[in-house]
Each structure stands twice: as structure tokens, then as C-alpha cells.
């Protein structure tokens, strides 16, 4: 089970933190992070962490996001900061993610799971 927990509204330039309880099987990839979908667009990625705490990022959040977690209370994070409007979309926590530190690839697959979403609204 993934539960979201930190969405709201906030103007541009302003701040939320996320965050995610992760319990239940998480899969062996040891890869966990979190995608966006804006109205009418598909999910797209937004950052991972590996099972040693290596970060990717979109080049859109660049700077702005952080992902990390805390591995004793299975729990993950996603820091906001200097928020867009174009960042305004439902946030989904995903674990077995497909991540590939020698090349930098990450992706969702049929084999990650999700949590059921929460929304980040940013207005200008």
C-alpha cells in the first residue's frame, strides 16, 4: 500500500513537501519515486531514488525537487520548492521503479505500484 499524504494549493514561487507511507510488498528493484499527471497530459516522472539514495530528476524539476526517504519509518519524500504553474498536477508515489544508474534511465512498468494520488494546484 502507498499512501499519499501533503497536497494542496499554493502560489507560484511557494513551497509543499509530500510525502508517502510505503508499506506492503515494494518489489526487489529497490527503486522508488514520483510521477505527475496534469489534466489531459499522461504521467510522466518526476524523480526516483535508488536503493542507495542516488537521485534522477526530470529536467524540469531540476533544482526545484527533492526526493528522499526515511528507511526506517518507510516513508517517501518529495520537497517542492520555487513551485510553477506548470507543476500543478495529480502527484502519484510509485515503488519498483525501474531504475538504471549506469545510464541514468528510469521508468514506471506493469510491475510498479502506486499509490492513489494527490494534487498539487499552483496558482500565478
Known amino acids: 500500500q502507498r499512501v499519499e499524504v501533503g497536497g494542496g494549493s499554493v502560489q507560484a514561487g511557494g513551497s509543499l513537501s509530500l510525502s508517502c507511507v510505503v508499506s506492503?510488498?515494494?518489489?526487489?528493484?529497490?527503486?522508488m519515486g514520483w510521477f505527475r499527471r496534469a489534466s489531459g497530459q499522461a504521467r510522466a516522472g518526476v524523480g526516483v531514488?535508488?536503493?542507495?539514495?542516488?537521485?534522477r530528476y526530470t529536467d524540469a524539476v531540476k533544482g526545484r525537487f527533492t526526493v528522499s526517504k526515511d528507511d526506517a519509518k518507510n516513508i517517501l519524500h518529495l520537497q517542492m520548492n520555487n513551485l510553477k504553474p506548470e507543476d500543478t498536477a495529480t502527484y502519484y508515489c510509485?515503488?519498483?521503479?525501474?531504475?538504471?544508474?549506469?545510464?541514468?534511465?528510469?521508468?514506471?512498468?506493469?510491475?510498479?505500484?502506486w499509490g492513489q494520488g494527490t494534487l498539487v494546484t499552483v496558482s500565478s
Open positions: 510509485a515503488a519498483n521503479v525501474v531504475c538504471r544508474p549506469a545510464d541514468g534511465v528510469w521508468y514506471a512498468d506493469a510491475l510498479t505500484t
Open positions: 531514488i535508488d536503493r542507495d539514495g542516488g537521485t
Open positions: 506492503g510488498d515494494t518489489g526487489s528493484r529497490g527503486c
